[in-house]
Structures are given as structure tokens and as C-alpha cells.
């Protein structure tokens, strides 16, 4: 099968109308245009002279390879989809980025793709991806268990911050290390109560984050608050604030720092000391969890790491089996208890 560009059907034996073909860089070049298909598709069957002209004639003529008809004596089309559940959160930023770049190390291009926190529309974006990438990374999935593993079936398949078996790859983060340090840099304040505010329902990482907080809580003798799940914006943390308030917790960890920094900018603004009457830590350290006052104390993760490892893992390269480091960065929300 010949490679052609993203044009029409091209005309065997002359030059075509449109955009350029085989057909005229094997004119220019004096080969075969079997030849000029081999050269983009199995170049190592080509003499290296004669690969030079044929790419030499296909600059001057400003040929551009379509990758789904590259894809086709190869059978790899050198794209990856990432999909993630809110591009407007920080989290991705890195995620994307460490991603990207690895990506563009091994000569592939990254789609991505945003389902506003919905399962239904994440998962036909992903069927409707899959004929056309070589891989697909699920970042921020909302997906049920036995829909990943059923797209798993049907190509690569990598997820960040999920595990749902053996059968599918995972890129996950040690979370009892940072917790463990916030728990215990909590405890050291003098705290005695602390509240954990969850995520969405759908979340898998939100119950580990819980389960390692409960664990870490026990060790240090301290009593835990579990408040209801909420959406994981500055919104969704404004809006909880009062049941904060109205609990015994005097600090509160929250299931990631864009809703800390809701609940900070609404304590703020009904004149609630952050900390002189509620400590706050969030998750990921993300870009400008630092620039409020105070400034936020959370718990990171290596965000552009998981991205790299992701690629490295969907494109066969790595087995992500040893979990990520977190660590505690203390900053100004957190003091000793009032």
C-alpha cells in the first residue's frame, strides 16, 4: 500500500492538481513510486542515495505524509490520546507537559482530550479515538472498572492515579509518605481533630487518599472527620466551608488544592483566620497553590514524571510498577491549633 498525502486519490502518471503525490516526487525524483512508498514506509529497503533524492524531491514539492495512510503498511499511526477529566485544573498541566515531551522524544504526537468530568462523553471520546492512535492514557478517568478493561483489549492502554488490576498498567503515587508527613506535621501542631473533604464519587484516587489519611490518623491517635464528597473546584471547597466550620476539626486535608484554595478564598472573605482557626492542606502542589496568602501547605506529587511514564509504559517501554514519592511542602495555611 502507498503512502499519499492528506489530497485525493492521486493520478498515476503525471502531476496531480492538488497537493503533491508520490507520483510527482517519483518524477522528480526518476524512481518508481513503489519506491518513493517504501522510502516513507520501510526506508531501511531503500538505498540510502536514493532516499536522499526521493526526500530531497518531496521537500521542494512540499509534501506532506498523511499519518493514517503512514499508518497503513505499519500499522502504527505515532499518536497517543490523553484523556483527562478537567483541563482547566492545574493537575494536568504537568501531566500533559512531562507527557508531550517524551512523546515528541519517540517521534509521536499527543492528542488531547477533555470530558468535563463526565464518564459517558470520557468514553466514547476514547472508542472514538481508538482506530486512530497508537495508545491511549487515561489521566483522570471516571471510567468504571470493566469499561477500562474493555478498551484495554482493544489497544495500549496506561492510567494515571487509578489501578483497576494486572490486566491494565498503572502509573501510581506512594501516598503514605506525604500523607504520613502531614498527619504527622498536623499532629506536632497540636491538632487533635482533622476533617478530610473527598472528591467526586467516581474518583479511585480520592478513597485511597482517605483510607491513607484514616491510617495515618489512627497511628497518631488522632480523631478523623469524613465530610461529604464534593466537586473538586474552588467552587466546590467555597461551598463546604460551612460545614468545616461547624465541625470539631480544627484542620482540615482536602482532596486536592484547587478545592483548599476555595475554601481559603471563602474563609478570607467572611474574615475566618486561615490558620489561626483552620489549618488546610491540600493535594499536588500545583502551579499557584503558592501564590495566595497564606500560602497553601500541600502534598506533592511528581506530576510531569507520571505524564513521562505514562508514555514510556503505553509505548511498551517501561513497566510502571514502582510507585511515585510524595512529600509534604509546608507552607503558611497550616499553624498550631487555636
Not at 517521534?107 to 472514538?128: G, H
Not at 483510607?211 to 489512627?218: T, V
Not at 506533592?300 to 507520571?306: I, N, V, W
Request: charged content about 20%; aromatic content about 4%.
Amino acid at each position: 500500500m502507498s503512502a499519499q498525502t492528506e489530497a485525493d486519490e492521486p493520478r498515476p502518471g503525471g502531476r496531480s492538481t492538488g497537493a503533491p503525490t508520490i507520483y510527482d516526487i517519483a518524477k522528480i525524483a526518476g524512481v518508481a513510486p513503489s519506491t518513493v512508498s517504501r522510502a516513507f514506509s520501510q526506508p531501511a529497503r531503500v538505498n540510502t542515495k536514493t532516499a536522499e533524492r526521493i526526500h530531497e524531491a518531496a521537500r521542494e514539492l512540499g509534501f506532506r505524509l498523511n499519518p493514517l495512510a503512514r499508518a497503513l503498511p505499519t500499522g502504527r499511526t505515532h499518536t497517543l490520546a490523553l484523556l483527562v477529566a478537567d483541563i482547566t485544573n492545574p493537575v494536568v498541566f504537568d501531566i500533559i507537559r512531562g507527557a508531550a515531551r517524551e512523546a515528541s522524544v519517540h517521534d509521536y504526537t499527543l492528542i488531547i482530550s477533555e470530558s468535563e468530568e463526565s464518564s459517558e462523553r470520557e468514553l466514547v471520546d476514547a472508542q472514538r479515538l481508538l482506530p486512530s492512535v497508537d495508545g491511549i492514557i487515561l489521566a483522570t478517568t471516571r471510567l468504571d472498572p470493566p469499561s477500562i478493561r474493555a478498551l484495554a483489549k482493544s489497544k495500549r492502554l496506561v492510567t494515571i492515579n487509578r489501578d483497576v488490576g494486572e490486566a491494565v498498567a498503572s502509573v501510581l503515587p506512594d501516598l503514605s509518605t506525604g500523607v504520613d508527613e502531614a498527619v504527622a506535621h498536623l499532629a506536632g501542631l497540636g491538632h487533635a481533630v482533622i476533617g478530610y473533604v473527598p472528591g467526586p464519587t467516581s474518583s479511585w484516587i480520592s478513597e485511597r487518599r482517605a483510607a491513607a489519611i484514616a491510617r495515618a490518623a489512627d497511628a497518631h491517635g488522632i480523631e478523623l472527620v469524613e465530610f461529604a464528597n464534593t466537586v473538586p473546584t474552588r467552587e466546590g471547597g467555597a461551598a463546604i466551608l460551612d460545614d468545616l466550620l461547624a465541625s470539631a476539626a480544627t484542620a482540615i486535608m482536602g482532596y486536592n488544592d484547587l478545592m483548599m484554595l476555595g475554601v481559603l478564598q471563602a474563609a478570607t472573605a467572611r474574615g475566618v483566620s486561615i490558620p489561626g482557626e483552620l489549618s488546610l492542606v491540600g493535594f499536588d502542589d500545583i502551579f499557584g497553590s503558592d501564590f495566595t496568602v497564606p500560602a497553601l501547605t500541600t502534598i506533592r506529587s511528581p506530576l510531569a514524571e507520571a505524564g513521562r511514564r505514562a508514555v514510556r509504559a503505553v509505548l511498551g517501554l517501561e513497566d510502571p510498577h514502582d510507585l511515585l514519592p510524595t512529600e509534604l511542602v509546608v507552607r503558611d495555611s497550616t499553624g498550631a491549633r487555636a
